[in-house]
């Protein structure tokens, strides 16, 4: 049980702004603690990278090779200042995790600070979740995190492989977590989908014409007729949904929106569920 469990058994409610704060002292707190041990230093190239990506003024008075230390807390400097809005607080706190490398050898790297952030985001009770875009992390909101991880995080992953897919998919997470174009993320779901038929089955059809493709697939690969049934009216209610929102400029509603989202992930991660036991299967053949 953790201090907003307790004090809820309490009857003592923790609206979103003690939350906001909750996280805001622990992350402080975290950070005051490397700037004290100086066990996080940050490079010429990565404070430059940071201030200049950020819009912010440059601290001429850290630019020393010696002052790795000096140039972290400048950085923990700039991220406090954002502290009164708590997006823009996550956005510079990202872009700071962005702006550092990897490099083995180094006590708090961006592996490090990612675990930091996500444990204390879910410390406070706040539902984000980092996913990452080719090297750079972007913050998404979480749902329940087993739908997240299997319908989201995992055919993110998968997706790599798919090169006009993932993109777009991609495109429509960063959307979908700014919710400001609600409208495109229905239709760059739909795209996401219809680019990963096209990369998967290696044609140019549209989804409409590759829905009979993809279930004349699975058919083949042994998936059960009832399961496979399924797809055609699914993929038929998709496109409904998202024809009626983009045409006719309908309001989207959140819960909609999330439904299209999982959707997307449901039938991707059926499918490559399915071509990786395929490959499985013939990879134990060959021996």
């Given at each position: ?21 909750l996280f ?22 990565e404070y ?29 400097r700039i ?209």
């Open positions: 049980m953790d201090w907003i469990d307790y004090r809820e058994k309490l009857g003592i409610g923790f609206d979103d702004k003690e939350k906001s704060r805001y002292s622990r992350m402080s707190n975290a950070l005051d603690v490397l700037i004290s041990s100086c066990d996080a230093f940050v490079t010429i190239t430059n990278n940071f201030c200049m990506d950020t819009g912010t003024r440059l601290n001429l008075n850290v630019l020393e090779n010696y002052q790795e230390c000096e140039r972290f807390r400048d950085c923990v991220i406090r200042d954002h502290e009164t809005v708590f997006n823009v607080y996550l956005a510079y706190f990202v872009w700071f995790i962005n702006s550092l490398s990897d490099a083995k050898g180094r006590n708090w790297n961006r592996q490090s600070f990612k675990r930091m952030l996500l444990h204390n985001l879910k410390e406070a009770h706040i539902q984000f979740d980092l996913l990452e875009d080719g090297n750079k992390f972007f913050v998404f909101p979480k749902g329940a995190s087993e739908l997240d991880n299997a319908l989201v995080s995992e055919p993110l992953e998968w997706l790599r492989d798919y090169p006009l897919a993932h993109k777009t998919f991609v495109i429509a997470l960063k959307q979908y977590s700014d919710g400001i174009y609600i409208r495109d993320v229905a239709d760059n779901l739909r795209k996401a989908l219809e680019a990963f038929l096209q990369e998967f089955l290696g044609n140019e059809k549209n989804l409409e014409t590759n829905k009979n493709e993809i279930c004349r697939y699975l058919g083949e690969q042994g998936v059960d007729p009832g399961i496979t049934g399924l797809f055609q009216p699914l993929i038929n209610a998709y496109k409904n949904i998202n024809d009626k929102i983009a045409k006719h400029n309908d309001a989207v509603d959140a819960k909609l929106l999330k439904f299209l989202l999982y959707q997307t992930g449901v039938l991707i991660r059926m499918v490559l569920s399915v071509k990786q036991a395929q490959d499985m299967e013939g990879n134990d053949n060959a021996h």
